[in-house]
């Protein structure tokens, strides 16, 4: 009895694990966008992905929400000008292919977290 527990114990924490891999959002890394340049990712999980711009941190920053709850279209767009993520907040439907376009004269670039995520424990 307790080791029939303990398997169904341990196929509980297994499906957690296996919930858990499917919520989590892809790593977005854009390499410095010049003038004019784009990048683009289809969502197609639901869930919540912060980025940031390492050039301009920490006061460039946005946020993706993947939610089944938003009216769905095929693209949406993320412009960088004054040195900002326009929206900062997006909200967007599974598959969507979100494009981010940089409208100024210098470069950004696109890092998922935040700031203080890193890992080099300061903000920059
Ligand atoms: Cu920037």
Redesign the pocket.
């Known amino acids: 009895m307790l080791y029939r527990s303990f398997l169904f114990l341990q196929d509980a924490v297994i499906q957690l694990l296996i919930l858990t891999t499917v919520i989590s959002l892809p790593v977005l890394i854009a390499a410095p966008l010049h003038r004019g340049e784009s990048f683009s990712y289809t969502f197609t999980e639901e869930g919540t992905v912060e980025y940031y ?1 390492t ?2 941190t920490p006061d ?1 920053q946005g946020k993706i929400t993947v939610s089944s709850n938003v009216v769905s279209v095929d693209q949406d767009t993320v412009s ?1 000008e004054n ?1 900002q993520f326009v929206p900062e907040n997006l909200e967007v439907a599974p598959n969507t292919t979100v494009v981010w376009i940089n409208n100024q004269d210098h ?3 696109i890092e998922t977290g935040n700031p203080s995520s890193d890992g080099d424990g300061d903000p920059y």
């Open positions: 711009c050039i301009h460039m960088m040195d470069n950004h670039d």
